[in-house]
C-alpha cells in the first residue's frame, strides 16, 4: 500500500520519504516479506515518482506515490551598516549591497531606495527585501544619515554707496551690502532669511572736528539680529570718505555658522574717487573694542568753543524699538556755533 507524501528540505535542500501506507503479508508464508522502494531517496526539491514493491518470498506487488519537496525555510538576509553621509547640493548619493542566502538557490535581492539613489538632507529609511526561488521572503533595514557639518561661505561686498552725503539715515539691508553667503549643502543662502547683522564700525569718528560733518550723533543705528542698519550719509570733507564696515553672521539651517562682513562708502564729494578705510574709528553693536568708545560725540556745550561730557553709549537696540535721532546734538551745536562767530549754514551736498 501506497501514499504521497510531502516532506520539507532540510538545510541541503533535500530530504528523505517513505510511501509505505501498512504494506504487510497477511498469511506470513512462505517469507520473508519485504518492501523496496525505488528511488530510495533523498530527494531533491520537486515531485518525484516513487514505486514500492512488496515481497512475501513467492509473490510480489507493486504500487505507485508521489514524494513532493518543499522548501519552506525563510532566506537569510543581511543589511549593510548605517551610512553617515556629508551633504553636498542638497543631499548625498548612497552605493550599498544587501547579502541574502537561501537554502535552496539563488535569492533575488531588492532594496527601496535601490542602490545609488540620491537621499536629502536629514535620515532616511532603505528597506531591502530578499525572496527565494518558493517565494519565501525576509527582509531588512538600515538608515541613510546625509548631514550637513560644513560652515557657509560669507559673499563678497558688494561695494555699496551712499551719496549724496545730506546727512540723513539710508536705510542699508545687507543683501544690499554682500552678496549670498555659498553653502555646500542648499547653495545660495539669502542674507536676508541667513545672515544677522552683529555690529558696524566707521572708519571716523561720529562727530569729527569741524563744521562740514554735519555735527550729528548716533551716526550708526544698528538692530540687534536684524538684517538691515541704518547708517548716516556724511562724512569728513577734510577727509577721503567715510567705510562703514558691516559685520555680520550667516547660519545655514544645521547650524553652521560663519563671519562675513562688508563694506558701504560715503565718499568725500561727487566726484567719487576712491575711499580708502583707515581702520576702525567709532562702532556699535556686539563685539566693539572698548578704546572705540572714545569715538562717540559729546552731547553738551562746555564753555565757549568747545565740546566736553560724557560718550552716549553704543546706540544697539532691539528690534522692535525705532530709531532714534538726536536732532539735540545739531542744535546745541548752532547754538555754540552762533556765539562763538562759527559759520553754522547748512553745507550742500558736495562738501
Not at 526561488?133 to 551712499?162: E, H, I, M, Q
Not at 522692535?320 to 551745536?333: G, K, L, V, Y
Request: charge should be negative.
Amino acid at each position: 500500500m501506497c501514499r504521497d507524501v510531502v516532506v520539507e528540505a532540510d538545510a541541503q535542500c533535500h530530504a528523505s520519504a517513505n510511501v509505505d501506507h501498512g504494506s504487510h503479508d497477511p498469511d506470513g508464508q512462505p517469507g520473508p516479506f519485504t518492501l523496496t522502494q525505488t528511488a530510495p531517496g533523498p530527494f531533491g526539491l520537486g515531485r518525484h515518482a516513487v514505486t514500492l514493491t512488496a515481497h512475501d518470498g513467492e509473490d510480489s506487488a507493486m504500487c505507485q506515490a508521489t514524494v513532493k519537496v518543499v522548501d519552506t525555510t525563510l532566506p537569510s538576509i543581511r543589511c549593510p551598516a548605517p551610512q553617515v553621509l556629508e551633504c553636498v547640493a542638497g543631499g548625498a548619493e548612497a552605493t550599498y549591497t544587501a547579502r541574502a542566502e537561501d537554502n535552496c538557490g539563488p535569492v533575488s535581492v531588492t532594496c527601496t531606495p535601490p542602490d545609488g539613489s540620491r537621499f536629502p538632507l536629514g535620515r532616511s529609511v532603505v528597506d531591502c527585501n530578499a525572496v527565494d526561488g518558493s517565494g519565501n521572503a525576509c527582509g531588512c533595514a538600515f538608515s541613510v544619515t546625509v548631514r550637513d557639518t560644513r560652515a557657509p561661505v560669507p559673499g563678497a561686498s558688494l561695494g555699496k554707496r551712499l551719496w549724496p552725503a545730506d546727512h540723513q539715515y539710508r536705510t542699508v539691508t545687507l543683501a544690499e551690502c554682500a552678496a549670498p553667503a555659498k553653502d555646500a549643502c542648499l547653495g545660495d543662502l539669502s542674507l536676508e532669511r541667513y545672515g544677522r547683522i552683529v555690529r558696524v564700525t566707521a572708519d571716523e569718528s561720529e562727530d569729527v572736528a569741524g563744521i562740514c560733518d554735519g555735527a550729528t550723533c548716533d551716526d550708526i543705528d544698528v538692530r540687534v539680529n536684524a538684517t538691515s542698519v541704518q547708517l548716516r550719509a556724511e562724512r569728513d570733507d577734510a577727509g577721503d570718505g567715510r567705510v562703514y564696515t558691516v559685520y555680520y553672521v550667516v547660519e545655514d539651517p544645521s547650524g553652521n555658522r560663519a563671519d562675513g562682513r562688508c563694506t558701504v562708502e560715503v565718499p568725500r564729494d561727487s566726484a567719487g574717487q576712491q575711499v580708502h578705510d583707515s581702520g576702525p574709528k567709532y562702532c556699535v553693536g556686539q563685539g566693539c573694542a572698548p578704546a572705540w568708545a572714545a569715538a562717540h560725540c559729546a552731547r553738551e556745550v562746555s564753555g565757549a568753543g568747545a565740546w566736553s561730557g560724557v560718550a552716549p553709549p553704543p546706540r544697539f537696540r532691539p528690534a522692535h524699538q525705532a530709531p532714534r535721532r538726536w536732532s539735540s546734538s545739531a542744535r546745541s551745536f548752532s547754538s555754540w556755533a552762533r556765539s562763538s562767530g562759527v559759520n553754522s549754514a547748512p553745507k550742500s551736498s558736495n562738501s
